[in-house]
């Protein structure tokens, strides 16, 4: 079993949410699992779909949180840049320290 060292998290607005998460689906070899959060953001220079969005000045947005290992955390990022590539997704990696279930 690989290491599970890292977090992985995309952030997409909530049109983009099932072509990431087919993504994911389509590569059991890097992502073993994942969660998905609606959120709301903003940044700067944010392209706002709808009239909603406009007036409150943020977007409907989902999180998607992968824990999982470095190496295939950037073949995942590196295969997205290709397949996806959109200034609407945003993404990092942060270090685990620890990884395990209770039973």
Not at 60 to 83: F, P, S, T, W, Y
Request: aromatic share 4%; charged share 20%.
């Amino acid at each position: 079993m690989k290491t599970m060292n890292c977090s992985l998290t995309l952030v997409c607005h909530r049109s983009l949410e099932e072509r990431l998460v087919d993504h994911l689906l389509e590569h059991p070899e890097w992502v073993a699992g994942f969660s998905t959060v609606a959120i709301e953001g903003s940044s700067q220079g944010e392209h706002l779909p709808s009239m909603m969005e406009q007036v409150r000045g943020r977007s409907q947005r989902v999180q998607i949180v992968c824990v999982m290992n470095l190496d295939d955390a950037q073949a995942l990022i590196a295969h997205l840049k290709v397949e996806e590539a959109n200034r609407e997704i945003a993404y990092w990696i942060a270090p685990i320290i620890e990884f395990g279930r209770l039973a």
